[in-house]
Structures are given as C-alpha cells and as structure tokens.
C-alpha cells in the first residue's frame, strides 16, 4: 500500500477514537439519575370486564412500586389504550374514615 493511504486511516482511527472517548466520559442522561431511580417492577395481568365498554380490559398491577393500571384494547386503530391509573401506596395511606 502507499504511504498516503495510510495517513488517512490513521486520520479516521483518530477522529472515531475522539468519538468514543466522547461518549464513554460523556455525563448521563437526566433521566439516568441514581437520585430519582425507581425499583425495577414485579408485574401482574389480569383480565377482566369494565362498564361502558365492549371490549375487555387488561390490569397490569406493578407489586413493587405499588401502581396499577387499565389498559383496553382499541380495534379501530389496533393498539392498547389506557383507562386508567391508581397509585395503591397513597390509597392504602389514604384515612377516609371507613374501617380496616
């Protein structure tokens, strides 16, 4: 091989390592933070019926964070749309006055 070609590899191995040493020491996402972390889930589904709709629901409850959520089944646009959300931590902390 010629002694020009050369110098452009090496030109090109310099510009891709300065990439990957970018994103290697580059800061993480905001979202990445070990500060606002949540637990990884523990997942249940169950199927069942909802009033006002034809079609059945699915209740997806996450045991470990304490969260449940309604999900249906749209046939029109073939996609799962939610009904609804309940974070069951605050309702078992709730005090409404009816007993345990």
């Known amino acids: 091989m010629k002694r020009r070609s050369y110098g452009g590899l090496l030109a090109l191995n310099a510009v891709l390592l300065a990439a990957l040493g970018f994103v290697a020491f580059a800061p993480g996402a905001a979202g ?15 199927g069942g019926l909802v009033q006002g709709f034809s079609e059945s629901a699915i209740y997806v409850i996450d045991s470990t964070n304490q969260e449940l959520i309604a999900l249906r089944w749209d046939r029109s646009t073939k996609s799962l749309k939610g009904i609804g959300f309940r974070d069951l931590a605050a309702d078992a902390r709730r005090n409404d006055g009816r007993p345990r």
């Open 32 to 46: 990445q933070g070990s500060a606002s972390r949540r637990p990884r889930g523990e997942y249940t589904m169950v």
